[in-house]
């Protein structure tokens, strides 16, 4: 304030910009934290995930702003255009554009103060009559079979549920009971299928859930007579309600209050883990105990078996079907080593014999060629080629000097011919 009186004494003008930040600080100073209520208008959540929008009634318009990380928070939260809602923020200036702005922090329907009013008038009013004592909540059975799940069909809640039961193999039969788990007929609808199920008296537990939401939308379970219908079930009743920070009527009322539906099917298989881990206890107990005694009648069994295997029929049978298979492969063996004796001694004896033949076909093969030779050497074509002839008369040979007589005609074989000749005279002298 002190700049200004400054800037207004001296006349020194602003700049757009220096104007601007002046402004922004003041109102910033000023309204450091408010709470504005207004129609909610032109609400759009941009790519970088700040949600811009408007509040306005009859006479006036603000713009707003929500960075992304308050907008995460937001979740679940109807923001329509046309809604009454209360924000929370402080104000600022936008330079850009030179526009006053609420940078909204908190944000909540319009009508939530008037139903958090009614939801402890209800808390209080329903704790003095006893309907949250712990005396009177109904223990939940040891191995519940059937399970009434009432909540919507179509929700997340129930996949869940479902989800959580299936990955810890809880042996439960489920059914889903159908009914509004938000909206004004949603309690009644709530409280009629309770009622229903109660009176059936084939289930073992009712768990009742749904997922998150804002008070507005939770409003059913916190409803008279949602709760009346819970305390007068003579089933056990377990709730998994909105989110873990969310608390209800219904989960006071009921036997068990879980923090989500996950935590309610959570709730069910730990009743199966906890019965396991004291039934393992007790088998092992038992398996302590038992286990020596069942060793020893086990090694009893096992030499009263070893003897009857002995001394029984078929096994004394089966004994010499086994000597008989031995003597066989025996025979065999002694079969094949005979076998394989003669055949060496056979192969023996033929190289003998081809050895003995050889050797005769030799001796044989050289008195042949020694006839041979002796058969040439009296060959008379040989003698002839020596110088020697042969003397024939009249195809007779001439053996001696008397065998001719003068004038008679000879024939003389050499070695190349025949020679005609006439004999002059014969001569007795050598």
């Known amino acids: 304030m002190e700049r200004m009186k400054l800037r207004q004494e001296t006349q020194i003008p602003y700049t757009v910009r220096e104007l601007t930040e002046e402004i922004r600080r003041n109102l910033e100073e000023r309204y450091e934290w408010v709470h504005v209520r207004g129609e909610l208008s032109t609400y759009k959540k941009a790519p970088s995930g700040h949600a811009y929008f408007r509040l306005k009634d009859l006479d006036a318009v603000l713009e707003c702003v929500a960075w992304k990380g308050t907008v995460v928070r937001w979740a679940g939260l109807d923001l329509e255009d046309g809604r009454e809602v209360i924000a929370g923020g402080r104000i600022t200036v936008y330079p850009p554009r030179g526009q006053y702005q609420l940078v909204v922090s908190t944000i909540q329907p319009a009508g939530i103060g008037i139903l958090q009013q009614r939801f402890e008038e209800l808390k209080q009013r329903l704790a003095r009559e006893g309907l949250f004592d712990a005396a009177r909540k109904r223990s939940l059975p040891a191995f519940p079979e059937k399970v009434a799940v009432i909540t919507s069909p179509t929700g997340?809640?129930?996949?869940?549920?479902?989800?959580?039961?299936?990955?810890?193999?809880?042996?439960?039969?489920?059914?889903?009971?159908?009914?509004?788990?938000?909206?004004?007929?949603?309690?009644?609808?709530i409280a009629q299928m309770i009622r229903r199920v109660n009176a059936m008296n084939v289930f073992d537990l009712i768990v009742l859930c749904r997922g998150g939401g804002s008070l507005e939308d939770l409003w059913a379970f916190n409803e008279e007579i949602t709760a009346r219908a819970i305390f007068g079930a003579k089933t056990p009743v377990i709730t998994g309600i909105g989110h873990e920070i969310?608390?209800?009527?219904?989960?006071?009322?009921?036997?068990?209050?879980?923090?989500?539906?996950?935590?309610?099917?959570?709730?069910?298989?730990?009743?199966?883990?906890?019965?396991?881990?004291?039934?393992?206890?007790?088998?092992?107990?038992?398996?302590r105990i038992a286990l020596p005694q069942v060793e020893r009648w086990r090694e009893r069994l096992d030499l009263t078996q070893k003897i009857i295997e002995r001394y029984h029929p078929i096994s004394l049978i089966n004994q010499k079907r086994q000597r008989l298979d031995e003597l066989h492969d025996d025979l065999f063996q002694h079969i094949k080593i005979v076998f394989h004796d003669r055949r060496r001694q056979l192969n023996e004896r033929k190289k003998e014999l081809l050895r003995a033949a050889k050797h005769e076909l030799e001796r044989h093969k050289n008195s042949l060629h020694r006839y041979e030779n002796l058969l040439k050497s009296y060959d008379p074509a040989q003698t002839l080629a020596r110088g020697f002839c042969i003397c024939r008369k009249n195809g007779r040979l001439v053996m001696r000097v008397a065998d001719v007589a003068p004038d008679d005609t000879l024939r003389i074989t050499v070695s190349d011919g025949s020679i005609d000749s006439k004999v002059i005279e014969v001569d007795t002298k050598p």
């Open 246 to 287: 969310d608390f209800t009527i219904a989960d006071f009322v009921a036997d068990v209050r879980a923090p989500t539906p996950t935590g309610a099917a959570q709730s069910i298989c730990d009743l199966f883990d906890h019965h396991r881990y004291q039934l393992s206890l007790f088998s092992d107990r038992l398996l």
């Open 156 to 189: 997340a809640a129930v996949q869940d549920f479902l989800k959580i039961l299936h990955s810890n193999h809880c042996p439960v039969d489920v059914t889903i009971c159908p009914v509004l788990v938000q909206g004004e007929n949603a309690a009644a609808d």
